[in-house]
């Protein structure tokens, strides 16, 4: 009998038959648009914050965005994509079929399929997509980790991904994951897999841990609710494959597919102005932007994961201190805020975000005139007026710059 054509990864049968028996992520189905909020799958203000701005010929949705979504395990990801990007087209592909069932129901009981222009949900390895694309936004979290050759996941995409496109990825870490690392080694010592034995045991050993276990204490204060589910659980805890990096390797891991790495999607956390005050800030300010990163990676071992934008080519952001540049440009209200129309909202992270007074008009005009150069909105300011609010707005997220 002949063999049926080999898996791309070593790892893939494994993993596949892991998510077929605890399909990930847990959240629960539910009826109309999903809960919560995740700005990175906006790809209007993603794609901003990683190149600075978007493409002039999609400021409205003049022309749809062609997304990927690269192991999109239960749907959660590849739902968000869906209602934060009216008119798009999407391609949402996972290795595991039970996952992708209950992706199917997830986007059905949503209204996902009746936002986009276009939604393939299809089993399909991320390293067999040849005659797809290319896309303008790749999101792949938490997936090139748990395959036996994270580079060869990492080429492939890049070979999908458009020359003016951005690739989202999520990583796991090494510093942070200490305690789940030693977790999973210690199961594994005692014979303890994947199953509902595995479960069981896996839950067990935290509560015959004593109650000062370093192991124990972290998972109760750090991840017990977050593995509540018990896809969750195995994911964290009983998963077959898995690869973790610290920055050094992270960066060597992007230039072997010739990416770019644009920045991370969470900046504040590698902002050395949360841990240091004074005259170490100061210090810390004068070092080199990798040299930056470094140093909180070594101040904060409670990073348990990379969020990266990546890019083909290395990235030039517009300089705003040129007024005439900016006066030039035309803007996109960013459409990922929460309360807007008012000058006290929630902004692309979910936090307060208040609008200084008079730069409300501003974004008002910007939202009835999308396109239209600084210079000419209907607003009673001068240049340097204009200048001086965009700056403040673009800073904020508010406006997104156009290209073009």
């Given at each position: 009998m002949a063999e049926g054509p080999q898996p791309s990864d070593a790892a893939t049968p494994v993993v596949s038959a892991f998510y077929d028996r605890f399909p990930y992520p847990g959240d629960p189905l539910q009826d109309g648009p999903p809960p919560g909020y995740n700005w990175r799958w906006c790809v209007d203000s993603a794609r901003a914050a990683a190149l600075g701005w978007i493409?002039?010929?999609?400021?409205?949705?003049?022309?749809?965005?062609?997304i990927l979504d690269a192991g999109c395990g239960t749907g959660v990801s590849?739902?968000?994509?869906?209602?934060?990007?009216?008119?798009a087209s999407v391609l949402?592909?996972?290795?595991?079929?039970?996952?992708?069932?209950?992706?199917?129901?997830?986007?059905?009981?949503?209204?996902?399929?009746?936002?986009?222009?276009?939604?393939?949900?299809e089993q399909r390895s991320l390293l067999d997509l040849e005659g797809e694309g290319p896309f303008d936004y790749?999101?792949?979290?938490?997936?090139?980790?748990?395959?036996?050759?994270?580079?060869?996941?990492?080429?492939?995409?890049?070979?999908?991904?458009?020359?003016?496109?951005?690739?989202?990825?999520?990583?796991?870490?090494?510093?942070?994951?200490w305690e789940i690392h030693?977790?999973?080694?210690?199961?594994?010592?005692?014979?303890?897999?994947?199953?509902?034995?595995?479960?069981?045991?896996?839950?067990?050993?935290?509560?015959?841990?004593p109650p000062s276990n370093r192991l124990r204490r972290h998972h109760e204060q750090r991840w017990a609710l977050d593995t509540t589910a018990d896809a969750n659980f195995a994911d964290m805890y009983l998963h077959p494959q898995e690869t973790s990096y610290d920055l050094n390797r992270l960066l060597a891991f992007v230039a072997s597919a010739d990416l770019q790495l644009a920045g991370f999607s969470n900046p504040e956390v590698w902002d050395p102005g949360r841990l240091l005050g004074g005259e170490l800030l100061e210090r810390a300010r004068a070092l080199s932007q990798l040299e930056q990163w470094l140093l909180v990676e070594a101040l904060d071992p409670d990073i348990s994961h990379f969020e990266l934008f990546l890019t083909p080519e290395p990235v030039v952001r517009p300089d705003w201190s040129d007024c005439r540049r900016l006066l030039a440009t035309g803007f996109q209200r960013n459409r990922c805020l929460w309360g807007w129309p008012a000058a006290s909202l929630l902004?692309?992270?979910?936090?307060?975000?208040?609008?200084?007074?008079?730069?409300?008009?501003?974004?008002?005009?910007?939202?009835?005139?999308?396109?239209?150069?600084l210079a000419d909105l209907p607003l009673h300011l001068d240049a340097a007026e204009r200048c001086l609010r965009a700056r403040r707005l673009v800073g904020q997220r508010l406006l997104l710059p156009l290209q073009g």
């Amino acid at each position: 009998m002949a063999e049926g054509p080999q898996p791309s990864d070593a790892a893939t049968p494994v993993v596949s038959a892991f998510y077929d028996r605890f399909p990930y992520p847990g959240d629960p189905l539910q009826d109309g648009p999903p809960p919560g909020y995740n700005w990175r799958w906006c790809v209007d203000s993603a794609r901003a914050a990683a190149l600075g701005w978007i493409p002039a010929d999609r400021c409205g949705g003049a022309r749809p965005w062609r997304i990927l979504d690269a192991g999109c395990g239960t749907g959660v990801s590849t739902d968000y994509l869906c209602h934060l990007n009216p008119g798009a087209s999407v391609l949402a592909v996972d290795i595991s079929a039970g996952a992708l069932d209950l992706a199917r129901q997830r986007l059905r009981r949503s209204g996902a399929v009746a936002q986009v222009l276009e939604l393939r949900i299809e089993q399909r390895s991320l390293l067999d997509l040849e005659g797809e694309g290319p896309f303008d936004y790749i999101n792949s979290v938490g997936v090139l980790h748990h395959l036996h050759e994270p580079e060869a996941g990492l080429r492939a995409l890049a070979q999908r991904l458009a020359p003016d496109g951005v690739l989202h990825l999520f990583l796991y870490a090494d510093a942070g994951r200490w305690e789940i690392h030693r977790t999973q080694q210690a199961l594994a010592l005692m014979g303890v897999t994947a199953g509902p034995e595995g479960l069981r045991l896996g839950r067990q050993l935290f509560t015959d841990l004593p109650p000062s276990n370093r192991l124990r204490r972290h998972h109760e204060q750090r991840w017990a609710l977050d593995t509540t589910a018990d896809a969750n659980f195995a994911d964290m805890y009983l998963h077959p494959q898995e690869t973790s990096y610290d920055l050094n390797r992270l960066l060597a891991f992007v230039a072997s597919a010739d990416l770019q790495l644009a920045g991370f999607s969470n900046p504040e956390v590698w902002d050395p102005g949360r841990l240091l005050g004074g005259e170490l800030l100061e210090r810390a300010r004068a070092l080199s932007q990798l040299e930056q990163w470094l140093l909180v990676e070594a101040l904060d071992p409670d990073i348990s994961h990379f969020e990266l934008f990546l890019t083909p080519e290395p990235v030039v952001r517009p300089d705003w201190s040129d007024c005439r540049r900016l006066l030039a440009t035309g803007f996109q209200r960013n459409r990922c805020l929460w309360g807007w129309p008012a000058a006290s909202l929630l902004g692309p992270d979910l936090l307060p975000l208040s609008l200084a007074e008079g730069d409300l008009p501003l974004v008002e005009a910007v939202e009835a005139n999308p396109g239209v150069p600084l210079a000419d909105l209907p607003l009673h300011l001068d240049a340097a007026e204009r200048c001086l609010r965009a700056r403040r707005l673009v800073g904020q997220r508010l406006l997104l710059p156009l290209q073009g």
